[in-house]
């Protein structure tokens, strides 16, 4: 049985959150798009809220709201900030503000849609993690928060197996996002040597880590739950030219 077709995603406006927008579109969903600013263009299918997802008040009466006409029995967690730096360099106002929109968010917008799932018994949730929860040089407050979703991801789908919730998360490897590439130009030192240690010998696109979001998101992934996908090309594995 076909269950309701929206799909709320956190950041869909711009790199991963817009492949999986466009995916699952494509996929037959209708998307309802939480990020701070527009996506370029609209999408057939896809509804848009201007929201700082910082502001629990705000976003715990934007959910109320959406309820009271709209059915969401999926939900994708992929907005998320970095805020790089080494340990003694990390500022408490840097830590907090990771910490708000890639753990705090997450956790409000799953406690705001769980009612609904549980009544219907049936939801999806994932959560986009990083490969940098298993570690990375000056990520001290991201990874932080990446390694947090982790946990939450297994505890809630320990929580709501029973309800026919499932809960998975994502973790990407390096990842050609507009943000990535304007940073990291395709012929410098630095972009080849994060390419040469990708087993697959390539940069991944946003569209791989979509693709797996579908999965997680149908009808019949109800026995996959508190489970990590690392996207990543093998990097997770080792390295494939190591001694």
Known sequence: MSKTKNILISGGSGGIGRAIARRVIEDGYHVIN???????????GETFHSI?????????????????????????NNAGIIRPGALEAVSLDDFDAVMNLNLRAPMLLAQSLIPAMR????????NIASRAALGKE???AYAASKAGLLGMTRTWALEMAS???TVNA???????????TSG???DHPKTKKIIA??????????????????????????????????VCGGITVGLSNAA
């Open 197 to 230: 240690n990708i087993p697959v010998q390539r940069m991944g696109e946003p569209e791989d880590v979509a693709h797996a979001a579908a999965l997680f998101l149908d009808d019949r992934a109800g026995f996959i739950t508190g489970q990590v996908l690392y």
């Open 138 to 140: 000056e990520r001290t």
């Open 184 to 186: 990291n130009h395709p």
């Open 170 to 180: 994502i973790g990407p490897g390096p990842i050609a996002t507009e943000l990535f």
């Open 52 to 76: 700082d997802l910082t502001d629990a008040q705000v976003t715990q009466g934007l959910i109320e709201e959406l309820l009271r006409t709209t059915s969401i029995l999926r939900l994708v």
């Open 163 to 165: 309800f026919g919730i």
């Open 34 to 44: 939480l990020d701070q600013v527009p996506p370029k263009t609209l999408l057939a």
């Open 119 to 126: 009544s219907a018994k049936f939801g999806r949730i994932i």
